[in-house]
């Protein structure tokens, strides 16, 4: 049994995916700039922490737009699975890129806290504003869609306008009080923030790699269902992984017993491509062994 269940979409609908994507790059590209250079001539590491978020972000479209492509790739000789784990790899990377530039924005503040240095308010509003305006603008242009994968990004949205928006708050108080400790106060709560989701993004890639079995998937139930047909005597070999996170791999050996006719073991068959279909694996095999037949890898894990 072999079976590509995901659907990939109308080519129009990829052309216009596409444009609005290279669209998200340039802005959070040109955005994150103006924001390293705005934070270091305003003097505020809390700016500069927003950067380091904002080009993780922007590293994260980049290089989701450069594979996009790739790892649409058909599957070939040298990749037999196709190219869908260069996704998990680029997630890696992004996360290895926001460690070092959070350590650096760490190394920065940190001293602050026992000499603040006094930024420039007036600049700092001006930054925050304009940071306000344009993730508010991505955040509203996305809310007239629906889709799973919007839905993430608009929270994430919301996210970067809530820092924003603590970095108005700062500098308005800062206008009227003098209080330059803020400054790397909210810059570590940033770079808390930030390196929290780096180490959640960068646990759920290394499970990935580690072949973990996925967490939408209940191994124990599955091999439950597989031994429900009266002519399965036992499953051995069962494995599931993902290749993504998305789309998952699955393999199993079945032992059929009482030697049953050709056409209950076609039924047998039939039972469980639509079983392999109601879990949505995107690859599966699966092995009927005879009752007189061993194992040629020797029985191993998962009982019933
Ligand atoms: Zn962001
Ligand atoms: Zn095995
Ligand atoms: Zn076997």
């Not at 970067?160 to 970095?167: E, M, Q, R, S, T």
Request: glycine share 8%.
């Amino acid at each position: 049994m072999h079976g590509h269940p995901h659907s990939h979409g109308h080519h129009h609908h990829a052309e216009e995916e596409g444009r609005a994507i290279a669209v998200a790059f340039w802005l959070n590209f040109i955005f994150t700039i103006i924001e390293f250079v705005g934070g270091l001539m305003v003097n505020s590491v809390a700016i500069l922490s927003d950067a380091v978020h904002d080009l993780g972000d922007t590293l994260a479209i980049g290089m989701g737009w450069a594979l996009g492509k790739t790892s649409q790739r058909k599957a070939d000789s040298k990749y037999s699975y196709g190219y869908q784990r260069l996704s998990v790899l680029a997630a890696v990377i992004n996360a290895l890129v926001l460690i070092v530039g959070s350590i650096f924005i760490i190394s920065e503040a940190v001293p602050r806290l026992w000499a603040p240095e006094m930024p420039d308010a007036t600049g700092m509003l001006w930054l925050a504003v304009l940071g306000v305006v344009v993730n508010g603008l991505g955040a509203w242009r996305l809310l007239r869609q629906s889709s799973m994968n919007a839905s993430m990004i608009r929270w994430h949205l919301l996210e970067d306008v809530l820092g924003w928006l603590a970095v108005l708050v700062v500098s308005l108080v800062l206008m009227v009080w003098d209080v330059p400790i803020l400054d790397p106060i909210l810059s570590i709560g940033f770079t808390l923030f930030i390196l929290f989701n780096v180490a959640r993004n960068l646990w759920a890639s290394l499970k990935v790699f580690l072949q973990a079995v996925p967490a939408d998937v209940d191994v124990q139930a599955l091999v439950a269902q597989l031994c429900e047909p009266r002519q399965v005597g036992g499953v051995h070999h069962v494995h599931v992984w993902s290749l993504d996170g998305e789309h998952h791999v699955f393999s199993a050996h079945v032992e059929l017993q009482g030697a049953p006719p050709v056409e209950e073991v076609l039924a047998l068959k039939q039972h469980f491509r639509q079983l392999v279909m109601d879990y949505g694996f995107a690859h599966s095999t699966i092995e009927f062994e005879w009752p007189e037949e061993s194992c040629r890898h020797g029985e191993e894990g998962l009982a019933p």
